[in-house]
């Protein structure tokens, strides 16, 4: 075990540079490695068993090819979810006593394992999500610097805190677990963000149970025996793959249920919370909610914003990972000035966009993750075109098997037209005109979220300004609103965007602890 002096400070992990042969021909290996595994056969993980569901199995299919299943996993029903809170109730107080040390070594030696391996977590990311070379690389260094931020940050929290002294006694504050945690990822960022929230739970000294996405349950599978390879103890995460309807109502409504940390849908996170308030018999504690839910994200490039660097980073906030970020632009304000400009610019950048089967290391974009999500994207296409709004590119599905959708661009948005109000989670954007900085700032602001945003401009006093007044939980100056780092881009959201969580901050281990006073007289 290291010692905490000999820990060294964090530093995010390393993207890999496919441009350069050896690290191209190694990913392909990954590629064709992991492809003659499918399909992956999940099973649920109960006291530290592997069990087969009560609800039978479900299978998640690569999303462009949807002939190809990638995984197989058990499907857990009530009363495997019963057990997984049971057990995670039981294992709680073995684990919680251990110090923090002991607990950030298991994730140590988890960063330290997927680091080697890094290629072949990328890999499954590609064929079950529809992630390109570099999204799914991304995703994993992000996974990786979550065990090693949060790791550290255990260490932090467990050292003596500062405190007012007091003549006559000696007092101490110190940081103890809250008990069982359910943890609800989503299908996105399948590794990174459900490696930070589980892991967060963990290292803290809280049990967890795992409810992974259906549409990624190959992933969080890699991710499990991945836990159960460094060791963890029986019984202090729980995976129980299943339905929302009885599995995740279940976990959320359970007394002994201590917290939820959930990241998805603005509607299923109210549902969370609403049902996570009642109390239920024999709760002794409120519980408590960490949630983000997604947004409807900004860029507002002014009349003296840097058009050529606003159009690059507009092209990969909308586009990357088909628009399915949480993060990404799906509103694209230009001031009157530099409207047509940008729009001159933009258009072929669009159209050159690569679509296609994302093992390809020439693809852009893949297809979107299912059927659902495509028709949802479509509808709000149609609304878009009868509310007059002027498509520009794209607006139709794409060639081949697979849930693809070419690069959507919308002009003449209005502020009260469905595809600026509705987050469709697709590669669409809405272009919106304004006359000044001011009208700008109020397109900006006219949204239900608050998640991220960009300002483009040179004028330090208006940027001052837009630092004060754009209301959102991650905002950016001058750069695109994706690309958060661990430790760098605390990340979380205002209002329907969820409750502010700021992952891969300073802050965020608190949100899994609960303060204790400790006075003593002398």
């Not at 359910?182 to 795992?210: D, E, Q, R």
């Not at 001058?478 to 992952?503: E, I």
Request: aromatic share 10%; proline share 4%; hydrophobic share 40%.
């Amino acid at each position: 075990m290291q010692t905490t002096s000999e820990i060294t400070p964090f530093v995010n992990e390393p993207f890999v540079d496919f441009s350069v042969e050896e690290n191209a021909n190694a990913f392909r290996a990954a590629l064709e490695k992991v492809e003659k595994s499918f399909p992956v056969v999940g099973r649920l993980w109960i006291d530290g068993e592997d069990c087969e569901g009560g609800a039978g199995t479900f299978e998640s299919t690569d999303p462009s090819l949807t002939s190809r299943v990638v995984a197989n996993c058990a499907k857990a029903n009530r009363e495997d979810a019963l057990r997984a809170i049971a057990g995670a109730h039981k294992a709680f107080g073995a684990w919680s006593r251990k110090s923090a040390e002991e607990r950030a070594e298991y994730l140590f030696k988890a960063a330290r394992t997927m680091r080697l391996r890094k290629h072949e977590f990328s890999a499954q990311m590609v064929f079950e999500v529809g992630k390109s070379w570099a999204e799914a690389d991304g995703d994993t260094a992000e996974a990786i610097d979550f065990l090693e931020f949060y790791a550290r940050e255990a260490l932090r929290y467990a050292l003596k805190q500062p405190i007012t002294p007091l003549k006559g006694e000696d007092n101490e504050l110190v940081y103890v677990p809250l008990g069982v945690g359910v943890v609800i990822p989503p299908w996105n960022f399948p590794l990174a963000i459900l490696a930070g929230m589980t892991c967060a739970a963990l290292v803290t000294g809280n049990t967890v149970v795992l409810k992974c996405a259906s549409d990624s349950p190959g992933i969080a599978t890699m991710f499990v025996e991945l836990m159960k390879e460094i060791g963890l103890p029986a019984g202090v995460l729980q995976f129980c793959p299943g339905a929302g309807s009885e599995v995740g109502n279940t976990l959320v409504e359970h007394p002994l249920t201590r917290f939820i940390s959930f990241t998805g849908s603005a509607e299923v996170g109210k549902g969370i919370y609403e049902k996570a308030g009642k109390t239920g018999e024999g709760q002794i504690w409120l519980k408590r909610v960490v949630a983000e839910m997604g947004g409807k994200d900004f860029m507002f490039v002014d009349e003296d914003g840097n058009v050529d660097k606003a159009v690059a980073g507009a092209h990969s906030a909308s586009f990357g990972f088909q628009g399915q970020k949480c993060s990404a632009c799906s509103r694209l304000i230009l001031h009157e000035k530099i409207h047509d400009e940008f729009v001159e610019k933009f258009l072929p950048l669009v159209e050159a966009t690569t679509v296609g089967h994302p093992s390809l290391p020439s693809t852009y974009m893949g297809a979107m993750i299912n059927e659902k999500a495509r028709d949802g994207a479509l509808a709000g296409i149609e609304a878009a075109k009868k509310e007059g709004n002027q498509l520009m590119a794209g607006g139709a599905i794409g060639a081949g098997e697979g849930w693809f959708l070419q690069p959507t661009v919308f002009t003449g948005v209005g502020r009260n037209d469905t595809i600026w109000k509705e987050e469709l989670f697709a590669p669409v954007i809405a272009i919106h005109k304004v006359a000044s900085f001011e009208e700008g700032i109020e397109a900006a602001n006219d949204t239900i979220f608050g998640l991220t945003g960009s300002y483009f401009g040179a004028d330090e006093e208006k940027i001052a300004l837009a630092k004060r007044d754009l209301n959102c939980g991650n905002l950016y100056i001058n750069r695109k609103c994706t690309g958060a780092l661990v430790g760098v881009h605390p990340f979380g959201g205002f209002n329907m965007s969820g409750t502010d969580s700021k992952a891969g901050s300073r802050d965020y281990l608190l949100l899994f602890l609960q303060g204790k006073l400790i006075s003593r007289a002398k």
